[in-house]
């Protein structure tokens, strides 16, 4: 049997939920997707007093599998692409939705729509060799993910575009400074770190966290984030499947090669 693609396990009031595809960088697609947010439903029966995602391998996660979007014929890539990106969104809004405090353990390379993990988690410990970057303008794809449905209300419009439109990589130390992060450690440390956050939020009342995270996204801001995601998956979809997305994909393809 395959071995899954997102491990989950609960223990002591803590969920942890492991990308475990690390051979193609835990890139997403549909398999991956559709357990994540399997998993994150299962989380969200638990009583919890954390989540704790992370990842295998070298890569926390490098968004979408272009390879996966480029093996998709015309006609067929764009319900590839909604499937994906709806479940995507799912994702993202689960994690938004979960009473519990989100701690995002990452130890590589983060991008496309995979910053949108990050980006939902509440406490971010990163290691010194991993880094944020959009990397749509270069592929042909239509930001997703939360990078315009979350990425500009956390750290502010023009910086949120200045990083799309130039593909800038955020390095830890700009993303403590953004607020993305919480701490840089180095890779030794982040288990460490991340266990002390666990000590210390055990120790917490688990109403008063919930109610913090609560009131941290009312109705009003689910709401307006939910409809920033479907807007996202909406322009995607709108340039999937078009000349300049092809011969942008061709090229991402033949560089990585």
Not at 105 to 112: E, I, L, N, S, W
Not at 118 to 142: C, E, N, S, T
Not at 148 to 170: H, V
Request: proline residues 6%; aromatic residues 4%; contains cysteine.
């Amino acid at each position: 049997m395959a071995e899954p693609l997102v491990q989950l396990a609960v223990e002591d009031r803590v969920a942890r939920v492991t990308l475990a595809r690390p051979e193609r960088h835990n890139a997403l697609v549909p398999e991956l997707l559709d357990a994540l947010d399997a998993a994150l439903a299962d989380c969200a029966r638990h009583d919890l007093a954390a989540l704790v995602l992370a990842a295998d391998g070298r890569s926390f996660s490098t968004g979408g599998d272009v390879a996966a979007f480029a093996a998709q014929p015309r006609g067929k890539r764009r319900s590839y692409a909604g499937a994906l990106i709806g479940t995507l969104n799912s994702v993202i809004l689960r994690l938004l939705d979960l009473p519990c405090p989100v701690i995002a353990a990452v130890q590589g390379p983060v991008t496309g729509g995979s910053c949108g993990l990050i980006f939902a988690a509440d406490l971010v410990a990163m290691a010194p060799r991993a880094f944020l970057q959009p990397y749509y303008v270069d592929v042909g794809f239509a930001p997703d993910g939360g990078w315009t449905a979350l990425l500009p209300e956390r750290i502010g419009l023009a910086q949120a575009a200045a990083i799309q439109l130039l593909n800038r990589r955020i390095g830890p130390d700009e993303a403590l400074a953004l607020g993305l992060a919480t701490a840089v450690v180095t890779a030794d440390a982040l288990e460490a770190t991340v266990e002390t956050w666990l000590a210390a939020l055990r120790g917490k009342v688990g109403p008063s966290l919930a109610a913090t995270r609560a009131l941290l996204t009312p109705p009003a801001r689910r709401a307006a984030i939910a409809d920033g995601l479907a807007r996202e998956r909406d322009r995607f979809l709108a340039l999937i499947e078009t000349d300049a997305t092809e011969a942008g994909m061709a090229r991402f393809l033949s560089r990585a090669a």
